[in-house]
């Protein structure tokens, strides 16, 4: 999410690195051995906004928040050796960022 050009792309990477954070913290997790089980995004709180119109008139706007919420997971012991070996394999002149300029 560090390089996507999206604006949400920081606040994104921010909520799966607390969520990695509180992992490690509370459940005594590695770091290493992580991966996203799921992330969605759903509603949260409304706040009502007054909007106003001509002729000294006023409407009612309503302010819509949403709630980002991820899952994690341990890798199981066949996913690790796959991605060990895709690692292993890949050509160190490449860089890992995959939107190499």
Do not use: C
Request: aromatic share 10%.
């Amino acid at each position: 999410m560090a390089f996507s050009p999206k604006n949400r792309g920081n606040v994104v990477r921010h909520v799966i690195e607390r969520a990695v954070a509180n992992a490690d913290f509370y459940h005594g997790w590695d770091r290493d051995d992580l991966v996203v089980q799921e992330a969605f995004v759903g509603k949260n709180a409304t706040y009502p906004r007054i909007r106003y119109h001509s002729k000294g008139r006023a409407g009612q706007s309503h302010l819509r928040y949403s709630q980002l919420t991820v899952h994690l997971r341990k890798k199981t012991a066949e996913e690790a050796e796959r991605m060990a070996k895709k690692w292993a394999t890949r050509d160190p002149s490449i860089p890992a960022n995959p939107r190499h300029y």
